[in-house]
């Protein structure tokens, strides 16, 4: 009988690990995110984690997650960096954004996000509908001038910063 | 026989509890799976995703121009537009669909409203910034027009989105001539949904929810969104313009706000994130 309890406690705690590591898988879901050593924005900074990386949680601390990345980094990740579900890839033509092709390589993203925007003045085809209904200059330019603006990785962090916001906020660098 | 027994009794109601407390933790977190799929804030892929980003961005660049045409010119402040431009990536960097890249510009209107063109770019009038008082809420509006571009509400809301999937990529070459015509005929009709008739209800709570989440995720207070909400509700009373404004083209406040209200309580500790009214202050009027 003892035997038995024992083995049904065996059972059972195999049964909680196995449950516990399937729910523990999370993706990365916003851009610029980085593993840090400790759960605070202010910390060493070990690895950038690219859109769409998979990671394991190791640890839960506030709004901060202990994680393991797939290639065996362990650090934190601010939590609202990260999605229960895989997040949708965007298959977008040869144009990555701001932040560049996130999916394929986080070295690529922040080269291209510190070269700027890919994108300047209006798409072809913008260009020709205004052409085919003789928008007026004045609303072409005004258009040229709002998509010209960039806002690089660098600057979103720095304003993140001194707003004190997420992962920047006091006490505990954003642990509430 | 007896341990067998035993076993059962033991295993079945303790897995089907820990299973059951599983789900009430996950409902409590509201990054989870379970969560949004109550909550309906998961993406759904839908006949849109034939659409590629170029083409997309073709059509939302030809409705900007339209857009600038309807509610006027961007406002000669380029430190307020940058402002704008800072506290709309940063959202959008939470968003569900943070890949894309997103331009913000404050539009010198007089009609408080805000809309999202496909492909990311992002208007919000002079008149509804000016009556917001924290960065959180600027960040709840523009997280709200993201929320549409991320889940395509104006490409699924179109009577010609068969046009848009039979001629497969827009292109300025294929633009000269009939397609040119049918494209422009297309934008007509996504004016009138975007401009004047205004989106689904559905999808127009679902971009609030979207809000409140990238918000959240952010880092900003996501009752900031509910806040916006009261004024403009304040404001409907006695507001003589309501054509082309978030009254006419939005679901009535009242439910808009009883629904973030429930929304809210995924939050607990919204109260402790950040509003930043100092830097609104000093960025965010419009001169
Ligand atoms: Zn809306």
Redesign the interface.
């Known amino acids: 009988?003892r035997k038995?309890r024992t083995y049904?406690v065996i059972?059972?705690l195999l049964?909680?690990v196995v449950?516990a590591i399937a729910?523990e898988t999370r993706w990365v879901?916003?851009?610029?995110t980085t593993l840090k050593a400790e759960s605070s924005a202010a910390s060493e900074t070990i690895a950038d984690v690219a859109?769409g990386s998979e990671v394991t949680v190791i640890e839960s601390g506030g709004r901060w997650l202990k994680v393991r990345t797939a290639s065996g980094k362990e650090g934190w990740l601010f939590?609202?960096?990260?999605?229960?579900?895989q997040?949708?890839a965007?298959?977008?033509?040869?144009?990555?954004?701001?932040?560049g092709n996130?999916?394929k390589s986080s070295q690529i993203s922040t080269a291209k996000a510190d070269s700027g925007?890919s994108?300047r003045g209006?798409?072809?085809?913008?260009?020709?509908?205004?052409k085919?209904?003789g928008?007026?200059e004045?609303?072409?330019k005004?258009?040229d001038?709002?998509?010209a603006?960039k806002?690089t990785p660098k600057?979103?962090k720095t304003?993140?910063k001194?707003?004190?916001?997420?992962?920047?906020?006091q006490g505990e660098g954003?642990k509430? | 026989m007896k341990t067998v027994l035993i076993l059962v009794c033991l295993i079945l109601p303790l897995s089907a509890s820990t299973a059951l407390a599983g789900f009430f933790e996950s409902l409590a977190n509201p990054e989870s799976k379970e969560w949004k799929i109550i909550t309906g804030a998961t993406q759904v892929l839908s006949s849109t995703q034939e659409i590629d980003y170029p083409t997309e961005r073709n059509i939302g660049e030809s409705l900007a121009l339209e857009g600038l045409q309807r509610f006027g010119n961007p406002v000669a402040n380029e430190q307020l537009q940058k402002y704008v431009n800072l506290v709309g990536s940063a959202v959008a960097a939470n968003s569900t669909r943070a890949t894309i890249p997103y331009q913000f510009a404050v539009l010198d209107s007089q009609v408080q409203n805000a809309f999202a063109v496909p492909g990311g770019v992002i208007f919000v009038s002079r008149a509804l910034v000016d009556i917001l008082e924290s960065e959180a809420e600027l960040a709840a509006v523009l997280a709200h027009e993201i929320g549409h571009v991320s889940a395509k509400h104006a490409l699924k809301s179109t009577r010609r989105a068969q046009f848009f999937q039979g001629v497969g990529t827009i292109t300025a070459a294929n633009l000269k001539g009939d397609t040119g015509k049918q494209f422009a005929s297309a934008i007509n009709d996504m004016q009138g949904v975007l401009f004047d008739k205004g989106l689904d209800k559905e999808m127009e709570f679902e971009a609030d929810l979207a809000a409140m989440e990238a918000a959240y995720r952010t880092g900003y207070d996501p009752s900031a969104m509910i806040r916006v909400l009261e004024k403009l509700q304040k404001l409907e009373a006695t507001s003589r313009e309501k054509k082309g404004s978030w009254f006419s083209t939005h679901p009535p406040l009242d439910e808009r706000i009883a629904r973030l209200q429930t929304q809210l309580r995924h939050y607990p500790d919204f109260a402790a994130q950040a509003s930043v009214k100092e830097r609104f202050a000093k960025y965010g009027r419009v001169k």
């Open positions: 009988m038995h049904l059972f059972v049964l909680s449950t729910a879901s916003s851009e610029g859109v939590a609202g960096r990260v999605s229960e579900t997040p949708a965007e298959v977008s033509g040869g144009d990555g954004g701001i932040f996130s999916m925007r994108i209006l798409s072809p085809g913008a260009a020709q509908y205004a085919n209904r928008t007026p004045l609303y072409k005004s258009l001038v709002v998509l603006r806002v600057e979103l304003f993140l001194e707003g004190k916001i997420g992962e920047y906020a954003g509430k």
